[in-house]
């Protein structure tokens, strides 16, 4: 990813943020929620959580390592960092944010006891070097938790076929964040491995996401990095598009109308030696 493409991110994620993970769907906060649980904070510890985004993961984790720890939380996106500032001094929580790049955050060395990225190093223009600047900002003996996706719901398939032909050469890789490193599991371990990591292991789960109807999902799509492709359409074919995805969706009905997408998570931990 080229430097002018990460500020484009960062100017996307600054459109999402006023709906993103707010519109009656169980995602982020459902797999942040097991990826605490996996990494298992305890009363007091330091924490970074990486592309924070609305925070997900930063006031779970700041309820976990509670008053006698710490959690900051980093973005690129500097419309998510102001929102989630404000959610921060309204709650009260003991957590704090920053604008910052995930893959070069510029903090001290081993500065926090874990550190947290969900669905952030695929963003990365050079993953393994954000990898290894997690690991620099880790004490000895530090944990890493990180999410990414899996495989596609195959069901689906037909859904991301309809965005493919508006998406131009310099943006492919934003169709192949399952490829490459992070095509297998053991792909990705040997990655965060190479970055220093000891002790790495990865499982993956299956979550039923679910959507009131195909409208709400493309609604939904709207509010996260998805909304990337809808503005690749040019205005003119956009409601053709969303026909060609309404028709689409159309035989996955459930009888109660809704549409599920069976979303496959990955959550890998490693240690700070």
Not at 50 to 60: E, I, K, M, T
Not at 117 to 137: E, K, Q, Y
Not at 138 to 162: H, K, Q, Y
Request: charged share 20%.
């Amino acid at each position: 990813m080229s430097a002018y493409t990460r500020q484009a991110m960062a100017r996307l994620f600054d459109r999402t943020a006023e709906t993103y993970d707010a519109l009656g769907v169980d995602f982020f906060g459902t797999f942040a929620g097991e990826l605490l649980d996996r990494v298992a904070l305890v009363p007091g510890e330091r924490v970074l959580d990486v592309g924070c985004g609305r925070g997900a993961v930063l006031f779970p984790a700041a309820e976990r390592v509670g008053a006698g720890g710490s959690v900051l939380g980093i973005d690129l996106s500097a419309e998510m960092v102001e929102r989630t500032a404000k959610d921060v001094e309204a709650r009260g929580a003991n957590a704090s944010v920053s604008l910052m790049d995930a893959q070069e955050p510029t903090l001290p060395d081993a500065a926090f006891d874990v550190v947290l990225a969900s669905f952030v190093v695929f963003f990365l223009p050079d993953p393994v070097a954000g990898l290894r600047s997690w690991h620099r900002l880790l004490a000895s003996g530090g944990r890493l938790g990180v999410t990414t996706f899996g495989a596609d719901d195959p069901r689906w398939a037909a859904v991301r076929e309809v965005f493919k032909p508006f998406v131009p050469p310099e943006l492919a890789w934003t169709l192949a964040i399952r490829s490459g490193l992070f095509a297998t599991l053991e792909g990705f371990g040997q990655a965060v491995e190479s970055a220093g990591f000891t002790g790495v292991t990865s499982v993956e789960r299956v979550y039923p996401v679910k959507f009131a109807d195909p409208g709400h999902w493309i609604t939904w799509s709207w509010s996260h990095g998805q909304r990337m492709f809808w503005e690749l359409i040019p205005e003119d074919r956009l409601d053709a598009v969303r026909q060609a995805v309404l028709a689409e969706l159309e035989p996955l009905r459930e009888p109660d109308g809704s549409v599920v997408l069976a979303q496959t998570v990955r959550y890998t931990l490693a240690h700070h030696a």
